[in-house]
């Protein structure tokens, strides 16, 4: 039903900026919750920020909360986490997941929530 490919990782300067990218395949995906997660090495995975079907409502998680921004174009089929002021603990495997709920589905920092997941991109921050 929708099948998810992020894009945009890579190595980037402590300080520095990247966006991640988040493809999806399916006209259903524009009414899925959408949700950003991060897996670091030897560290169980972590949520870092969700963004309901409008693009209305947005939830992150505090250790990133004012340096990066979840968003969506829905026209696109796409999702982004725009990721500002980079810092070495940042660096990990960036997932991006959709909730597979019709319209009403609530924000979530839960990876139990969501039923489809990309197959993650790799984002390095240099000290």
């Known amino acids: 039903q929708v099948q998810l490919v992020e894009s945009g990782g890579g190595l980037v300067q402590a300080g520095g900026s990247l966006r991640v990218s988040c493809a999806a395949s399916?006209?259903?995906?524009?009414?899925?919750?959408m949700g950003w997660f991060r897996q670091a090495p030897g560290k169980e995975r972590e949520f870092v920020a969700a963004i309901n079907w409008s693009g209305s409502s947005t939830s992150y998680a505090n250790s990133v909360k004012g340096r990066f921004t979840i968003s969506r174009d829905n026209a696109k089929n796409t999702g982004y986490l725009q990721m500002n002021s980079l810092k070495p603990e940042d660096t990990a495997v960036y997932y991006c997941?959709?909730?597979?709920?019709?319209?009403?589905?609530?924000?979530?920092?839960?990876?139990?929530?969501?039923?489809?997941w990309g197959q993650g991109t790799q984002v390095t921050v240099s000290s």
């Open positions: 399916g006209r259903t995906f524009r009414t899925y919750t």
């Open positions: 997941a959709a909730d597979g709920v019709y319209y009403g589905g609530r924000l979530s920092d839960s990876s139990a929530a969501y039923v489809y």
